[in-house]
């Protein structure tokens, strides 16, 4: 079975910008989580989603949004991109609302940096 | 303060010796305790969850003192694979779903 995949893996943006990262969760999983993790630090909660709805939002601007899809991949749009925006984006699957880490999912990650 | 925080390290470890370090929280109210695992720009993974008794999983024990609001991780015989940044994650209430709230990681080297 095929885990949670993230695209692109990287990509390079200019401040200002618009950026769109997409996440497809584990086949049969209803709750896509992301977070992003500035190097040196750890993962940050920006969003949760479950039966595409946001049940969840970090400390975060309202450049960034999220959605979730009928077939329960997600997106995660950053608008007006700052230099700070240059982290690993992370995507966590679920099956279900309330699930512990041993039932949550990590994908490898999209890599942005903001020049 | 940060709600959890940990000795950003490295910690440099000679092969086959013993290193632990600490994990604090703020929240008195944090449902549950793991540590994580990642390797360099790789995706966190679980190693393992800590229980208020302490818990072992092979050369990995864990424990978790809620009084002083701190878990710690102790690594016995290292070897070189285990060089890796070690996150503590917390779990809110039950009502803040999947939500999971990280350290910054403690970076462990371990060399020959």
């Known amino acids: 079975d095929a885990g949670v995949t993230q695209s692109p893996t990287h990509l390079i943006k200019t401040r200002g910008q618009h950026v769109t990262l997409r996440c497809s969760p584990i086949s049969g999983h209803k709750s896509v989580s992301w977070y992003q993790q500035v190097l040196g630090q750890g993962p940050q909660f920006i969003f949760q989603?479950?039966?595409?709805?946001?049940?969840g939002r970090g400390n975060f601007p309202d450049r960034f949004s999220a959605r979730q899809f009928p077939n329960y991949s997600s997106e995660l749009n950053v608008n007006a991109l700052l230099l700070g925006d240059s982290a690993l984006y992370l995507c966590?699957?679920?099956?279900?609302?309330?699930?512990?880490?041993?039932?949550?999912?990590f994908g490898p990650g999209t890599r942005l940096t903001v020049t | 303060r940060k709600e959890v925080e940990q000795d950003p390290g490295p910690f440099n470890v000679p092969e086959g010796a013993t290193v632990a370090f600490n994990c604090t929280y703020s929240?008195?109210?944090?449902?549950?305790f793991f540590w994580y695992r990642q390797d360099c720009r790789k995706e966190p993974k679980l190693l393992m969850s800590?229980?208020?008794s302490g818990n072992e999983d092979g050369r990995f024990t864990a424990q978790l003192n809620r009084a002083s609001q701190y878990i710690s991780l102790l690594i016995r015989d290292s070897k070189l694979s285990d060089s890796a940044t070690y996150l503590c994650?917390?779990?809110?209430?039950?009502?803040?779903?999947?939500?999971?709230?990280f350290g910054g990681g403690t970076r462990v080297l371990v060399k020959p």
């Open positions: 800590v229980y208020s």
């Open positions: 929240n008195s109210a944090s449902q549950s």
């Open positions: 989603y479950y039966e595409k709805e946001e049940r």
């Open positions: 966590a699957s679920s099956l279900a609302w309330g699930a512990n880490p041993y039932e949550q999912y």
């Open positions: 994650v917390v779990t809110p209430i039950k009502a803040a779903g999947n939500k999971l709230t």
